[in-house]
């Protein structure tokens, strides 16, 4: 019987499998081996898909009659930095004494691509190969992995996507890459007064490009409008009054009136002042009605990374890049469970389970509070009724379920690094929170009658905080608004009130908001959509932008190209001038590029691959035709007269906020 060889994506991960199967083995140079098992690792990517010139010299030089490059077979190669790793990677993988392969390395798509890759540039030995799928770092979870690990071919799917993908990026930057600038880059270079500009295109990074664009030209194109309010006080002793605010409803003066801002406002304020002259006579008031309502919330769901990318934006003001990075080292410290996924929910067979990792978490003793609230979960047993929550969906999970704690690495906690311990915490506050009974809230909502004009006031108030013990440790001005509550609890329909004075409120209208590095993730997996609701969010959702995997990677890359700015402190996005030119080549000669509709059905499509519902050369086929059609329409075009006007415009703009 020969031994087993555990490919790992990191050699900090290999360290792990080492350790954790208690492996008496000995350190040679890019592997450890035992008396049973050999353990090596990649180091990231270490093949790559290899220059059009790799295929033929000429196509080093760029040129129009190259153009579209569509390979029949595509060639990869080593990445020479890491050309030794490869090598002894690739001697293991091929030793006559190994005959079984355990893929470890990131269970997800890219972690796929990165063994499939290094697997086939190894001649891909005839070994039996089984592939480690796990969640966590944790001992208990590498054990079940290799004692559940299934044959490899049992993940195929998985990466013909991840292949899928890559080609796609391969030839969107590729070919529009050298078609824009071979067309336009001279065009844009004595705009900027560059030597040499090179329009780079990418599949996702157009399309976030545009979304950036568009939201700034939205911003510039704002006017700013103001509306008039009217607020009633209403008195029924001394001590005793409230505030309403008029509302134009069906059957009242101003229903659906042009002078209207919106149901509640005017355009100008003189006529603002009419409507107060028109009621002024009044005698008094009449409380038209009283309405009492309960109302429950629900904590929010899980994190996955989107989230937890733009609520580290919001709360910490770093980017998303920064936030992969701390919670990958979460991670690999054995604390969290697998970061880059995309859903917000437990699996079925997590959640029967649930209840170990809040026992874990008492047991770790990091923090009074974590230990109070795992207790308190225990103690009513919570936990138990979790099964039948929002919180647990099979449906939703594609490759892992939602970040949460583990319970386990209580030795790294203590040396975590201040920012890397709030967000741990972060984490591990929204996991216990769905645990928690809803928060529950008394709602009173009055309706004051002036002359059959309408005045409407209402209050909400917290009764039972439920998970905002965690989440929110104080309900502000809560006996304010109580005292509030319970004096407008007592009105009864039909009881007349002294009105006391009228205020208008000056109001205006406000731009829409830029986006942050954090908020434009979320706006990515929303295909365009910046959906500021949490469950609203999740209702609508669809295949978004990039994955969860590679957003960050490429919001860090518009920037490093200069094509985006971020602002150190606030996050806050904005496109370069150089950005905006870029833009306006792409929208005169492939404009679906900018279209976060078509990015995203592209990643659904590739989904599809993934779930075996389309196969892998009828997507080809569909990219190699959009590929081909766009290419010979912006060659038969010719937009160099509109894009220099459009460029001019561009460069207006930046000469006015330069100055």
Known sequence: MGKALFVTEKPSVAMDFVKLLNVKGTKRDGYIEGDKAVFTWCVGHMVTMCYPEAYDEKLKFWNLKDLPFLPKEYLYDVIPQVKKQFEIVKSLLNRNDIDTIYVCTDSGREGEYIYRLVDKQAGEPNKTKKRIWIDSQTEEEIKRGIKEAKPLSEYDSLAHSAYLRAKEDYL?????????????????????????????????????????????????????KNFYKINGEFIKSEDESYEGEWKAIEGTRYYNSSLLYNDTGFNKEQDARNLISYIKPAEFAVVESVKKTKETKNAPLLFNLAELQNECTKRFKISPDETLGFIQKLYEKKLLTYPRTDARVLSTAVAKNIGSNISKLVKMNFNQNVTNYSNEILKNSWQKNILKSKYVDDSKI????????????????????????????????????????????????????????????????????????????????????????????????????????????????????????????????????????????????????????????????????????????SQILTPTEKGEMIYEAIKVSVPSLLNPTLTASWEKGLKLVYEKAIEPDNFMEKLEYYTKNNINRVMVENNLGYLNRRLFEVRKVYNVDIS
């Open 172 to 224: 969107v930057g590729i070919n529009f890459s050298r078609l824009l600038t071979l067309t336009y880059g001279r065009q844009i270079s004595n705009f900027l007064n560059n030597d040499k500009v090179v329009i780079a295109v990418g599949r996702v990074m157009s399309c976030v490009l545009g979304m950036v664009v568009d939201r700034e030209r939205e911003i510039r194109g704002f006017q700013k």
């Open 398 to 569: 594609t490759d892992h379920y939602a970040i949460i704690p583990t319970g386990e690495g209580q030795s790294s906690v203590n040396s975590l690094g201040k920012l890397e311990r709030a967000i741990y915490d972060l984490v591990v506050t929204r996991f216990l929170a769905i645990f928690y009974p809803p928060a529950k809230y008394s709602k009173v909502a009055i309706v004051t009658n002036v002359m059959d004009e309408r005045f409407m006031t209402s209050k909400k108030v917290c009764v039972e905080k439920g998970y905002l013990e965690i989440l929110k440790n104080d309900v502000k001005d809560k006996d304010s608004e109580e005292d509030a509550a319970a004096f407008l609890s007592k009105l009864r329909k039909g009881e007349k009130l002294q009105i006391g004075e009228y205020r208008i409120k000056e109001g205006e209208t406000t731009p829409p908001k830029r986006y942050t590095t954090g908020s434009i993730i979320i706006a990515m997996e929303n295909a365009g959509k910046l959906i500021e609701d949490d469950e609203l969010r999740e209702h609508i959702k669809g295949q978004g932008i990039g994955t969860s995997a590679t957003r960050a990677e490429i919001i860090k890359k518009l920037i490093n190209i200069g094509y985006l700015g971020a602002n150190s402190k």
